[in-house]
DNA sequence: CATGAATGAGTGTTCATTCAT
DNA sequence: AATGAATGAACACTCATTCAT
């Protein structure tokens, strides 16, 4: 028992590592060395819990990208209306950007990028089910424009991503008032107006 | 000068080489080697051209963002109302992403990494600026929402990037409907109701 | 007594491992951790039975060679003539070679190597003593060439590791007839004709 | 021209430190680090100049296969009668292992392993040819005894691997006299008596 | 201007061995 | 007696960069 919480700790300290390494430099300067260090562990262990980088990688984005659906859909249920069910959502999703932008921050940088692998990547999107569910309940009250979900996600969630690195990176504030306004441009642009 | 126009040919070989390699397998895949032998130089003369690897990548997103913005407002100009405007340059950034993908998905590909330092990612956007004046006249005159122009780009050109990338990778065709059911998510965003 | 039953059995189980794993890809590729696995035992338990790598190696050479000279011997014994313990000797070692030659291969592996110790090349040659008697007593009836024992043992038994790998890796078949031919090589150049 | 004689240099340099270094120790004990610091060059060089580890040691065996099979063939013609070449090439390998035991060794640890991959074993085998059709012509004539290559090897050549590692290990010492009793035990062996 | 050869520092990964349980 | 977890040191190999030519 106590082996076995140990053993978690040192897993969930190296995904910690990682995400931190990456956020602070890139991928491209989190070498394995460093992770250890920094997860106060020896470069060896990293593979006891990990088959090799690639898979330290994935499995980090996995369970990363767990915790932002778990949260995003933490205050949602299925008897809301479809508006009231989507500013849920959002909103959820926009308070993860803001408040736990460690995680976020590293999802961002997961996005465009090739070091995830298309199988963890399709593994991280598993979870948005009850979004696209809401979207065609949606479609299908004529609340929601009918058109696709890829569209639907572009202009609602996605955008958030952007303003969050604007936030980290250049004046802009993700603040109460910005985050008001971006829902309103979300819910515009998917409403049948 | 048949001199000089041999360097600019090798110096732009050695950016399409920088963009393609780092297309097929990202950057940690695109070492110095690699892109002087697809650029059918010594790796040596690479540094003829730039200071080192961060420059040369530094300079690869310059000038590719240039070639971006310089498409966008090709058929712009500022006599067109403000919709009519926005239409155009919307449709002229959706046209690039769709023929020049080479170079839209090596911007794509830049977006949420450090691996562009900030000064270059500045001199990047620097060129954006009559799309930003568009928009202040459209604020100005009541037909675009008053809200800051981080949340306009996030809403209405970001989301480009993410369906872009959905084309390339996953089943969505980012074809001339979802371009023009974009285009109307996009502008129902930000025009004042 | 039935802990002890079980120790033997480890170590029986490590030797055997020990002997398969370099015979399928040379000693580079016969790991503790592999060893141990095979074993179906922990990798800390096989510093029970041995001081280190160096030790199993060794003591594996030493039963494995104390198995050969054993099986060499088995049927030999000093009342036959010089010619008759010579053949009796030499075919249970062509014998062996062929029967079990995971035991042969291994030894053939030792043969010109450093990974064995001198004490304990020492140790697994002692068990030849007869062999060499029997040459001595060959000698003195000028039966048998009056030359050095290492030149007898180099000229009709190291030969048969020679063709034991021909047969293992090329197309040479060490039959019957083979074996045949060989021995009268092997009689012709060390008798006295 | 200057730069093509230094690479050569180093090549060389790098083949004798990896022969040094496995004569020294063995294989498992000739790490490329050891083998560029004994060649007095970068760890990253080696890989200028074959393509990984394995290519280095097959490079190698072939590089000194090479030069036994020509060494060993020097003084042949096949104007010769056939114990004359069989002995004047019998008598050259004696020597080669006698006077160039560095490069003899090497090849002795080569034999039974399976370090060296099975073609470049066979690209080192075949310059043995004169040897084989020398065999083949004391055949036809009823001169040597119509057996197996393999075994006619076995029994003559091979057997001074084992005599030179005697003499570099255990007290045996393969001078004049007990190479000419070898060389009566090799031509008993094979001669039709 | 251009280069191929060279490299020190660093990469991801494995290994023989140890230790708390 | 036996172990799974842990590790420092080492391994094969790669990289961005330099330099003599």
């Not at 590592?17 to 430099?25: K, Q």
Request: with cysteine.
């Amino acid at each position: 028992m106590a082996k076995l919480q140990k053993s978690i700790d040192k897993r969930n300290a190296l995904i910690k590592a990682t995400i931190e390494l990456v956020n602070n430099n890139g991928f491209h300067a989190a070498p394995m060395s460093k992770i250890a260090k920094m997860a106060n562990v020896s470069p060896a262990t990293i593979y006891l819990y990990f088959e090799n980088k690639q898979d330290l990688v994935n499995k980090t984005y996995i369970e990363v990208k767990a915790k932002y659906t778990q949260y995003a859909f933490a205050t949602y249920n299925d008897r809301l209306t479809v508006e009231e069910g989507f500013e849920a959502i959002w909103k959820r999703i926009a308070d993860f950007k803001c408040k736990d932008s460690e995680n976020a921050m590293f999802l961002a940088q997961c996005d465009n990028t090739p070091i995830i692998d298309e199988t963890s990547r399709q593994e991280g999107i598993k979870h948005l089910q009850p979004l696209l569910d809401l979207w065609e309940r949606g479609k299908s009250k004529g609340i929601i424009k009918p058109i696709s979900n890829y569209i639907l996600y572009a202009y609602t969630i996605n955008p958030l991503s952007f303003l969050m690195m604007a936030d980290k990176r250049n004046g802009f504030q993700l603040d109460k008032t910005h985050i008001e306004m971006a829902y309103q441009a979300a819910w515009d642009s998917i409403r049948v107006n």
